[in-house]
Nanobody, 119 residues
Framework: QVHLVESGGGLVQPGGSLKLSCVVS????????MGWYRQTPGNLREPVAVLADMGDPDYADFVKGRFTISRDNAKNAVYLQMNSLKPDDTAVYYCHVMNVRPGITEPFWGQGTQVTVST
């Protein structure tokens, strides 16, 4: 079983910054994806940024140039540095991990952390 614990959410003013962290415990497959999604009330959960164990990050258009995803494989951790935050970025942010094996994908989710961008 894989367990994800997020931290770093909170209240920030427009234009400010926050850094989200997610620590993963349990077994990660040699090939895996780590990423961040977000969700607002009444809307579907949407991808924000994804980073495979090997390769370049993939960002949603609405965060390109403002958010940076990174991972520390030695610590089984993934981070999301969020700069130039806007009120529209207000959401619950979820850490996501996908174990990838031949013919099998196993998704896991964190409990979510609230990010509120407001004056």
């Amino acid at each position: 079983q894989v367990h994800l614990v997020e931290s770093g959410g909170g209240l920030v003013q427009p234009g400010g910054s926050l850094k989200l962290s997610c620590v993963v415990s349990g077994h990660l497959s040699a090939t895996n994806l780590m990423g961040w999604y977000r969700q607002t009330p009444g809307n579907l959960r949407e991808p924000v940024a994804v980073l495979a164990d090997m390769g370049d990050p993939d960002y949603a258009d609405f965060v390109k140039g403002r958010f940076t995803i990174s991972r520390d494989n030695a610590k089984n951790a993934v981070y999301l540095q969020m700069n130039s935050l806007k009120p529209d970025d207000t959401a619950v942010y979820y850490c996501h991990v996908m174990n990838v094996r031949p013919g099998i994908t196993e998704p896991f989710w964190g409990q979510g952390t609230q990010v509120t961008v407001s004056t």
